[in-house]
């Protein structure tokens, strides 16, 4: 069977991709061998939210005298909360499913495997097509120590199947992964305690952020101790025993349940690519700005390439090596990818940081205002959060943006719009935000 492309694998950027080339004319095979949809269906962003609202609900009801509710008296079946999150996934998935049964897709799940660069193999027969687009999106990674495999150390995926709420939960790493489970089991009713090797939690975030946030989960319970490195976890008795170096010192940490999240890495040992001359390395499939590989009719998209493990990153990128296939131009700013932490409260961010800007040598000025200037924000109980806005000193374009507290994930898509129409500082003044809105906190940084 020959079509024009084929896609290897089906979470975001290659279901999202496939059904885009169709719409366009072009015949698809699209191959996957778990469930359409991919880590962040699946085990990631998704099933993780639905956590995240179960666990929003227990923090209101722990709050509930301050709205006025008084003896409040209710149960907490959390066998219903994973119920729930499991409809929610095969909702979703089911319309995946039915997408992929466009007159132009040919939908195969079965493991793919590389007979050469046009040619793939699956379930004993060979599928061709003009051009191959790999999206077989990433693993969890697991840190190098003793203790890894004892029953009760999870990843992120077991995590989601847990049928209990841990009593004591001690997470390694504290990268978006780990915060948003940290947060979610917190509210939860766990005793949470965070290691982290780096310095600041969120390495990637702009370290007024990380600071900030991290001051404020401290503040609602949570354990967090940074620049600590783990040696091993091992069982004590009835307990989980993690044993880290801080400062010098061996410190340990007891849990019920120990969750591993210190990252995932690009999915390369999926398909044979050395084999069929396709270059790659532990840090992903090598990609020019159009995604394509080293042979000009392959291309990589998503967590493999590994150059930024978003689901909506890896959806634009498939759209771009898409555009480039057919020959057409876009303006899609893969420079601007919005990110968000689904903590509580939630941080996000869209740009440079302030430590990118002094690496690259541009000055720029930081506007910031605080949420506990928002009526908005204090009508909500919500008085935690601050917002960073970068000026570039050169052209006064915004160059970056910085939030956290209540909907960051959803404020930061303003600014991700207007930086994608390069917007100055003078221009941004000018626009007006409704009252009372949480989006004034942008608003009055711009004004500082």
């Not at 040696?231 to 025993?241: D, F, S, W």
């Not at 590994?306 to 990153?313: D, P, S, T, V």
């Amino acid at each position: 069977m020959h079509t024009n492309i084929i896609i290897i694998g089906a979470g975001p950027g290659g279901y999202e991709t496939a059904v885009q080339a169709a719409k366009q004319g072009l015949s698809v095979t699209i191959f996957e061998e778990r469930k359409p949809g991919g880590t962040c269906l699946n085990e990631g962003c998704i099933p993780t939210k639905s956590f995240c609202k179960n666990a929003e609900v227990m923090e209101q009801l722990k709050e509930a005298e301050v709205y006025g509710v008084e003896h409040l008296s209710y149960s907490f079946d959390f066998a219903k909360v994973v119920e729930r999150k499991n409809q929610v996934v095969e909702t979703l998935g089911m319309g995946i499913e039915s997408l992929m049964k466009h007159k132009l897709i040919t939908y195969v799940n079965a493991k793919a495997q590389l007979k050469d660069t046009h040619t793939v193999t699956a379930n004993g027969e060979d599928y061709s097509a003009d051009y191959l687009l790999i999206a077989t999106g990433s693993v969890t990674k697991m840190l190098p120590v003793p203790g890894m495999d004892l029953p009760g150390v999870l990843t992120s995926k077991e995590m989601l199947d847990i049928d209990h709420v841990p009593a004591r939960l001690c997470v390694i790493g504290a990268g978006v992964i780990g915060l948003e489970f940290a947060s979610i089991f917190h509210r939860l009713g766990s005793q949470v305690t965070m290691v982290e090797y780096a310095k600041e939690i969120l390495p990637n975030f702009d370290t007024d952020i990380a600071k900030r946030l991290k001051q404020t989960l401290i503040k609602k319970g949570i354990g967090i101790v940074n620049q600590a490195k783990v040696n091993a976890v091992t069982k004590q008795g009835e307990a989980l025993v993690v044993t880290y170096e801080y400062k010098g010192e061996q410190k340990t940490c007891e849990a019920d349940t120990v969750l591993v999240a210190v990252g995932r890495a690009p999915n390369v040992q999926a398909l044979n690519l050395s084999e069929v001359g396709i270059d790659y390395s532990p840090k992903g499939i090598g990609v020019d700005e159009n995604m394509r590989t080293n042979l000009p009719h392959v291309y990589a998209i998503g967590d493999v390439n590994g150059q930024c493990m978003l689901a909506h990153a890896a959806t634009f990128q498939g759209f771009r090596a898409l555009n480039r296939i057919q020959g057409k131009a876009d303006t899609i700013r893969l420079d601007l990818i919005p990110a968000a932490v689904f903590t509580s409260p939630e941080a996000a961010m869209v740009g440079l940081t302030e430590e990118q800007c002094k690496e690259k040598g541009m000055k720029v000025t930081a506007k910031k205002s605080f949420f506990r200037a928002n009526g908005k924000a204090l009508a909500m109980n919500e008085p935690d959060g601050f917002c960073k806005i970068l000026i570039s000193s050169e052209d006064g374009r915004v160059v970056g943006c910085h939030l956290f507290g209540a909907h960051a994930a959803d404020l930061i898509q303003e600014v991700s719009a207007l930086m994608n129409k390069g917007i100055t500082l003078e221009e941004f003044k000018q626009i007006i935000h409704g009252h009372p809105t949480l989006g004034e906190v942008v608003q009055n940084a711009l004004h500082s």
